[in-house]
């Protein structure tokens, strides 16, 4: 059975995308950790990371630091940091957090209230600021 990001990136299910080529995908996480956390997925869907070929993988990082550069351009962060976990949803996937103070809580599990129209605004802001 198709993933939920599978269904996100055929657009079977709702998201607040950021940005596609045509290898990878970014959109906002809906529990995020801090404004503009952001999921960077593979096109192709295998579960573990480290299953991916190397040139999937190293695009995959590729395509997050494009994505990454574009959320500290929009948002203004002090750096954005990265996750990979993967325990909840079985497709390959790196979690981009925007960091924006020193000492701020970035772990995986903590929930930061944002409304709709903010994520489709985070969303906006960021696509226009991720460089091709
Ligand atoms: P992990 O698998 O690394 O533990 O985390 C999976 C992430 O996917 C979680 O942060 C969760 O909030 C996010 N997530 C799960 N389902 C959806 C969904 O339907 N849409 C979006 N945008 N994010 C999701």
Redesign the pocket.
């Given at each position: 059975m198709a993933s939920?990001f599978t269904k996100?990136i055929n657009g079977e299910?709702p998201?607040?995308k950021i940005a596609e080529d045509d290898s990878y995908f970014a959109?906002?996480?809906?529990?995020p950790i801090s404004e503009g956390h952001t999921?960077v997925v593979p096109k192709k869907e295998v579960d573990y990371i480290f299953d991916l070929e190397d040139e999937v993988l190293t695009g995959l990082m590729n395509f997050s630091k494009k994505v990454a550069l574009g959320i500290d351009e929009a948002l203004g962060t002090i750096r954005t940091g990265v996750?990979?976990?993967?325990?909840?949803?079985p497709h390959a996937?790196v979690?981009l957090v925007p960091i924006y103070f020193e000492g701020q809580p970035v772990s995986?599990g903590r929930k930061t209230e944002v409304s709709k129209e903010r994520m489709e605004e985070l969303a906006q802001l960021i696509g226009k600021a991720v460089k091709a």
């Open positions: 939920i996100i299910i998201c607040y959109f906002l996480d809906i529990n999921l996750i990979v976990e993967g325990m909840e949803v996937h979690h995986l």
